[in-house]
Protein backbone atom coordinates (compact mmCIF):
# COMPACT_ATOMS: atom_id res chain seq x y z
CA UNK A 1 0.00 0.00 0.00
CA UNK A 2 1.50 3.51 -0.82
CA UNK A 3 2.35 6.06 1.82
CA UNK A 4 3.63 9.36 1.96
CA UNK A 5 7.30 8.78 2.78
CA UNK A 6 7.89 9.15 6.83
CA UNK A 7 4.07 7.60 7.51
CA UNK A 8 5.58 3.86 8.30
CA UNK A 9 5.29 4.38 12.11
CA UNK A 10 2.18 5.74 12.14
CA UNK A 11 -0.18 2.98 9.81
CA UNK A 12 1.75 -0.12 9.97
CA UNK A 13 0.88 -3.34 8.41
CA UNK A 14 -0.41 -5.78 11.05
CA UNK A 15 1.39 -8.45 9.04
CA UNK A 16 -0.69 -12.24 8.06
CA UNK A 17 0.92 -13.94 10.86
CA UNK A 18 0.72 -18.29 9.27
CA UNK A 19 0.32 -20.00 13.03
CA UNK A 20 -0.88 -22.78 14.46
CA UNK A 21 -3.38 -21.18 16.85
CA UNK A 22 -6.83 -20.93 16.98
CA UNK A 23 -8.93 -18.98 19.17
CA UNK A 24 -11.29 -17.91 17.02
CA UNK A 25 -12.15 -21.16 14.69
CA UNK A 26 -14.50 -20.80 12.32
CA UNK A 27 -17.94 -21.90 13.40
CA UNK A 28 -20.90 -22.70 11.27
CA UNK A 29 -21.53 -20.39 8.35
CA UNK A 30 -20.62 -16.96 7.44
CA UNK A 31 -22.03 -13.77 8.81
CA UNK A 32 -24.42 -11.72 6.56
CA UNK A 33 -23.18 -8.91 4.52
CA UNK A 34 -25.80 -6.84 6.80
CA UNK A 35 -24.89 -5.22 9.34
CA UNK A 36 -26.48 -5.80 12.78
CA UNK A 37 -25.18 -3.44 15.74
CA UNK A 38 -26.31 -3.71 19.57
CA UNK A 39 -26.11 -0.03 19.81
CA UNK A 40 -28.39 2.49 17.45
CA UNK A 41 -28.70 6.00 18.06
CA UNK A 42 -29.21 9.43 17.43
CA UNK A 43 -28.72 10.62 21.13
CA UNK A 44 -25.94 10.96 23.34
CA UNK A 45 -23.36 9.09 25.36
CA UNK A 46 -23.65 5.67 23.44
CA UNK A 47 -22.61 2.73 24.73
CA UNK A 48 -21.24 0.21 22.97
CA UNK A 49 -18.91 -2.63 23.23
CA UNK A 50 -15.90 -4.31 20.16
CA UNK A 51 -17.45 -5.94 17.61
CA UNK A 52 -14.91 -8.91 17.25
CA UNK A 53 -16.53 -9.43 14.05
CA UNK A 54 -14.29 -6.65 12.61
CA UNK A 55 -11.29 -7.13 14.46
CA UNK A 56 -8.25 -7.90 12.23
CA UNK A 57 -7.04 -11.55 13.03
CA UNK A 58 -3.70 -10.24 15.40
CA UNK A 59 -6.33 -8.65 17.76
CA UNK A 60 -8.19 -10.17 20.54
CA UNK A 61 -11.15 -8.76 22.88
CA UNK A 62 -11.46 -9.42 26.72
CA UNK A 63 -13.21 -8.44 29.56
CA UNK A 64 -16.55 -8.72 28.27
CA UNK A 65 -15.40 -7.31 24.50
CA UNK A 66 -14.52 -4.02 26.00
CA UNK A 67 -10.77 -4.33 25.96
CA UNK A 68 -8.72 -5.40 22.92
CA UNK A 69 -4.99 -6.98 23.17
CA UNK A 70 -2.52 -6.63 20.13
CA UNK A 71 -1.00 -10.22 19.79
CA UNK A 72 2.14 -9.96 17.73
CA UNK A 73 2.09 -13.47 16.84
CA UNK A 74 -1.86 -13.06 15.12
CA UNK A 75 -4.16 -15.82 13.96
CA UNK A 76 -3.60 -17.25 10.52
CA UNK A 77 -6.50 -15.44 8.55
CA UNK A 78 -7.79 -18.83 7.60
CA UNK A 79 -8.72 -19.66 10.90
CA UNK A 80 -10.94 -16.30 11.44
CA UNK A 81 -14.40 -16.43 10.83
CA UNK A 82 -14.27 -14.94 7.34
CA UNK A 83 -16.70 -11.65 6.72
CA UNK A 84 -17.31 -8.32 5.21
CA UNK A 85 -16.64 -6.37 8.38
CA UNK A 86 -13.68 -7.97 9.18
CA UNK A 87 -10.00 -5.59 8.49
CA UNK A 88 -7.82 -7.23 6.68
CA UNK A 89 -4.62 -6.22 6.53
CA UNK A 90 -4.52 -3.48 9.75
CA UNK A 91 -4.99 -3.86 13.38
CA UNK A 92 -8.16 -2.48 13.60
CA UNK A 93 -11.43 -3.12 15.50
CA UNK A 94 -14.91 -1.02 15.89
CA UNK A 95 -16.92 -0.32 18.03
CA UNK A 96 -20.42 -1.65 17.29
CA UNK A 97 -22.29 1.24 18.58
CA UNK A 98 -23.72 3.17 15.59
CA UNK A 99 -23.92 6.99 16.16
CA UNK A 100 -26.57 9.15 13.36
CA UNK A 101 -26.52 11.84 15.51
CA UNK A 102 -26.35 13.65 19.21
CA UNK A 103 -22.99 14.62 21.51
CA UNK A 104 -21.21 11.79 22.92
CA UNK A 105 -18.27 10.79 24.91
CA UNK A 106 -16.23 8.08 25.88
CA UNK A 107 -13.16 7.04 27.55
CA UNK A 108 -10.05 5.04 26.85
CA UNK A 109 -7.33 3.04 29.10
CA UNK A 110 -4.08 3.65 27.20
CA UNK A 111 -1.48 2.90 29.75
CA UNK A 112 -0.57 -0.57 28.66
CA UNK A 113 0.00 0.75 25.18
CA UNK A 114 3.07 2.50 23.22
CA UNK A 115 1.37 2.65 19.72
CA UNK A 116 -2.54 3.32 19.40
CA UNK A 117 -5.00 5.13 17.79
CA UNK A 118 -8.54 6.56 18.65
CA UNK A 119 -11.20 7.79 17.02
CA UNK A 120 -14.28 7.34 15.01
CA UNK A 121 -14.71 6.11 11.41
CA UNK A 122 -17.94 5.84 8.88
CA UNK A 123 -19.28 2.72 9.45
CA UNK A 124 -19.41 2.13 5.39
CA UNK A 125 -15.31 2.48 5.71
CA UNK A 126 -12.73 -0.01 3.21
CA UNK A 127 -11.89 -2.66 5.12
CA UNK A 128 -8.63 -2.41 3.75
CA UNK A 129 -7.85 0.78 4.94
CA UNK A 130 -6.43 1.60 8.19
CA UNK A 131 -8.19 4.48 10.63
CA UNK A 132 -6.59 7.81 10.04
CA UNK A 133 -5.18 7.46 6.51
CA UNK A 134 -8.75 8.21 4.11
CA UNK A 135 -11.51 10.66 4.22
CA UNK A 136 -14.21 8.38 6.29
CA UNK A 137 -12.10 8.36 9.68
CA UNK A 138 -10.62 11.00 11.95
CA UNK A 139 -8.10 9.38 14.87
CA UNK A 140 -5.84 10.82 17.68
CA UNK A 141 -3.05 8.33 17.31
CA UNK A 142 0.04 8.11 20.10
CA UNK A 143 3.61 6.47 18.54
CA UNK A 144 7.10 7.16 19.89
CA UNK A 145 6.07 8.97 22.74
CA UNK A 146 4.15 11.55 20.70
CA UNK A 147 0.71 12.26 20.21
CA UNK A 148 -1.00 13.51 16.95
CA UNK A 149 -4.10 14.32 14.93
CA UNK A 150 -5.33 12.17 11.63
CA UNK A 151 -7.13 11.93 8.54
CA UNK A 152 -6.88 11.67 4.75
CA UNK A 153 -3.54 10.62 5.43
CA UNK A 154 -1.96 13.63 6.75
CA UNK A 155 -0.77 14.33 10.76
CA UNK A 156 -1.18 17.08 13.01
CA UNK A 157 1.02 17.16 16.33
CA UNK A 158 -0.83 17.08 19.34
CA UNK A 159 0.89 19.22 22.08
CA UNK A 160 -0.05 16.74 25.17
CA UNK A 161 3.17 16.11 27.41
CA UNK A 162 3.80 12.42 27.88
CA UNK A 163 1.15 10.03 28.32
CA UNK A 164 -2.02 9.57 30.96
CA UNK A 165 -3.29 6.43 31.72
CA UNK A 166 -6.70 7.45 30.14
CA UNK A 167 -7.83 9.71 27.66
CA UNK A 168 -11.14 10.79 26.62
CA UNK A 169 -12.88 11.29 22.86
CA UNK A 170 -15.59 13.62 22.44
CA UNK A 171 -17.79 13.61 19.17
CA UNK A 172 -20.20 16.17 18.71
CA UNK A 173 -21.85 14.52 15.53
CA UNK A 174 -23.84 17.81 14.33
CA UNK A 175 -20.91 20.14 15.08
CA UNK A 176 -19.02 18.17 12.91
CA UNK A 177 -16.37 17.83 15.87
CA UNK A 178 -14.12 15.32 17.38
CA UNK A 179 -12.27 16.28 20.32
CA UNK A 180 -8.87 14.40 22.24
CA UNK A 181 -9.90 14.99 26.36
CA UNK A 182 -7.55 15.31 28.55
CA UNK A 183 -9.81 13.92 32.18
CA UNK A 184 -8.42 15.58 34.88
CA UNK A 185 -8.37 19.09 33.25
CA UNK A 186 -12.12 18.50 32.22
CA UNK A 187 -10.23 20.05 28.60
CA UNK A 188 -10.55 19.53 25.08
CA UNK A 189 -6.64 19.16 24.27
CA UNK A 190 -7.04 19.29 20.59
CA UNK A 191 -10.15 18.78 18.18
CA UNK A 192 -10.83 18.16 14.03
CA UNK A 193 -13.39 19.30 12.38
CA UNK A 194 -15.68 17.15 9.71
CA UNK A 195 -18.88 17.05 7.87
CA UNK A 196 -20.16 13.77 8.94
CA UNK A 197 -22.65 12.49 6.29
CA UNK A 198 -23.55 8.96 7.37
CA UNK A 199 -23.28 6.27 10.73
CA UNK A 200 -20.50 6.58 12.41
CA UNK A 201 -18.51 3.94 14.76
CA UNK A 202 -16.18 4.29 17.37
CA UNK A 203 -12.76 3.09 16.10
CA UNK A 204 -9.44 1.82 16.88
CA UNK A 205 -6.24 1.04 15.79
CA UNK A 206 -3.68 -1.07 17.73
CA UNK A 207 0.03 -2.24 17.50
CA UNK A 208 1.56 -3.19 20.92
CA UNK A 209 0.04 -4.05 24.28
CA UNK A 210 -3.55 -3.35 25.23
CA UNK A 211 -6.58 -0.74 25.23
CA UNK A 212 -9.93 -1.06 27.58
CA UNK A 213 -12.65 1.15 26.94
CA UNK A 214 -15.47 3.22 28.82
CA UNK A 215 -18.83 4.14 27.51
CA UNK A 216 -22.25 5.24 28.31
CA UNK A 217 -20.39 8.01 30.30
CA UNK A 218 -21.61 11.33 31.18
CA UNK A 219 -19.28 13.91 29.64
CA UNK A 220 -17.12 15.97 32.50
CA UNK A 221 -19.36 18.83 33.91
CA UNK A 222 -17.32 22.09 32.51
CA UNK A 223 -15.60 20.23 29.25
CA UNK A 224 -14.47 22.80 27.49
Not at 99 to 124: D, M, P, Q
Request: hydrophobic share 40%; net charge positive.
Amino acid sequence: MAMPLGLGHYCRLAGRVRGALSRRQTRGTLLPAIRWYITQTAGNNVQFKLDDRTAHSSLDLFKKDTGVIYRVLGLDPSHVQQNPERFRDWAVVFGDGRITGGRHYWEVTVKKSSEFRLGVAEEAMSRDDCVGTNRSSWVFGYVQRKWFAMTTNQRVPVPLVGKPDRVGILLDYEAGLIGLVDIPKAKVIHSMRATFRGPLCPAFGLWDGELLTHSGLEEPEGLK
